[in-house]
């Protein structure tokens, strides 16, 4: 009897700390989303003060991903065999440094030695987060955990074109930049009070050379087709977000205060939907069907398609419907997909495999859509940038539903 209070007591502050590392972590990755979404709301109040093409200005984003993807590996080598929450803390404490140099940035280089701190910065806490919750998790509850985390990009992204829109418009665009700047070392320091997890407690899957070695890791069918299925769609996302506002502005007339409150309510409301039902369906689905993370993601790829494509071409009534409907069933893969990247691998190598997708996601998606989108605009026009996207999406949903035959098969015993 004491013995079975004994772990009772055991689980039930395991359970507690699980919610606690959930809130500081999602709460964080708000801020981070918040800071990096911000420059796309102030982007055209930049150029007039740094004057430069669209394309130079995608660099800007290009430079940050090249150092954050970069970076990643390492972070995830380290997160395998050192303490995740004191790399994470230190990665927070980097970039919420770096978002107090805005302050003294006075020319496109200084800004661009910003965006790059910022992005290492990012690596240490975004590479780590999902294997330090997968450890606190069971793999049939992951989606619904990690669309809680999720959240983070589409209620973070809004806010910062809402912040980046509202603030930036009074007190210029330098002010917005440093509002996240102290959350995120408060946030940061808060990790310190949660206890590591033990590596791979909450794994029910088999530990096999494929899911459990790094070397293994580059024949995982079920890693890799998850992983570029993002990477694709990573690209569509990344540059409708950096471009999206200035395509209501420059192509449809809209004032940018008004685009930035437009598209970062819909962001917001597509996003918050979106990320939850995208984690609550896909935990069903794969209770019912292997590889149902995948399923789930690869439908709403093919969704988002259409979606996209009208919102670009249209220009009647039916265009802001459009560009709400392409961004929900985008994120609506964001919980499950990242669900299936998890499930796919063992814990020796979570951290690592997981910096590999970053690093691979950012060099075939958003490190060089916001540039190839600019250079396509500076060619042709800012409509015809957004067929790149569109082209993106519709190879992620063909390399998702390949995926489905190669996810791992959770035991029936342990599905929800």
């Not at 790094?214 to 570029?228: D, E, M, V």
């Not at 990320?275 to 439908?299: F, N, P, Q, V």
Request: charged share 10%.
């Amino acid at each position: 009897m004491d013995e079975a209070n004994r772990l009772g007591d055991e689980q039930g502050r395991v359970r507690g700390w699980a919610t606690t590392a959930l809130v500081i972590l999602t709460a964080l990755n708000f801020v981070n989303y918040i800071d990096r979404s911000v420059l796309f709301a102030v982007q055209p109040l930049v150029q007039r003060e740094f004057p430069g093409s669209d394309a130079k200005f995608g660099l800007l984003t290009t430079a940050f991903f090249f150092c954050y993807m970069v970076t990643a590996p390492f972070v995830g080598w380290l997160a395998d065999r050192y303490p995740r929450r004191l790399i994470m803390c230190v990665g927070a404490l980097i970039w919420s440094a770096a978002t107090l140099l805005t302050a003294v940035t006075h020319n496109f280089t200084e800004l661009m030695i910003r965006h790059t701190l910022v992005g290492v910065g990012e690596a240490t806490f975004v590479a780590i987060a999902p294997s330090f919750l997968a450890d606190l998790h069971p793999e049939h509850r992951r989606g619904r955990v990690l669309s809680v985390f999720y959240l983070a990009i589409p209620v973070g992204t809004a806010l910062g074109y809402l912040l980046g829109g509202a603030v930036g418009a009074r007190w210029g665009w330098r002010a917005p930049f440093l509002v996240g700047a102290i959350p995120g070392v408060v946030l940061g320091l808060l990790l310190l009070l949660v206890p590591e997890p033990k590596r791979g407690a909450q794994d029910h899957l088999a530990v096999t050379v494929e899911r459990g070695t790094f070397l293994g890791l580059w024949r995982n069918p079920a890693f890799w087709t998850a992983t570029l299925g993002m990477a694709m769609m990573t690209f569509a996302i990344g540059g409708m977000q950096v471009w999206m506002p200035t395509f209501l502005s420059r192509m449809r007339g809209v004032p940018l205060a008004e685009a930035n409150l437009r598209f970062g309510l819909m962001t917001l409301a597509a996003g918050i939907l979106a990320t939850m039902l995208g984690g609550w369906l896909g935990d069903r689905m794969e209770a019912r069907k292997r590889g149902g993370h995948c399923l789930i993601s690869a439908i709403g790829m093919s969704l988002a398609l259409p979606a996209v494509l009208l919102a670009v071409f249209q220009t009647g009534t039916w265009m802001y419907p459009a560009i709400f409907m392409g961004e929900f069933f985008l994120l609506l893969n964001t919980a499950p997909l990242n669900a299936a990247i998890l499930n796919s691998v063992s814990a020796p190598i979570r951290s690592t495999a997981f910096a590999v997708n970053i690093f691979t996601i950012h060099l075939l998606g958003d490190a060089f859509s916001p540039g190839l989108m600019g250079y396509i605009s500076d060619r042709s026009n800012m409509q015809m940038a957004f067929v790149a996207a569109s082209a993106a999406i519709a190879l992620s949903a063909a390399v998702l539903f390949l995926g489905v035959r190669y996810a791992p098969q959770l035991p029936q015993g342990d599905k929800a």
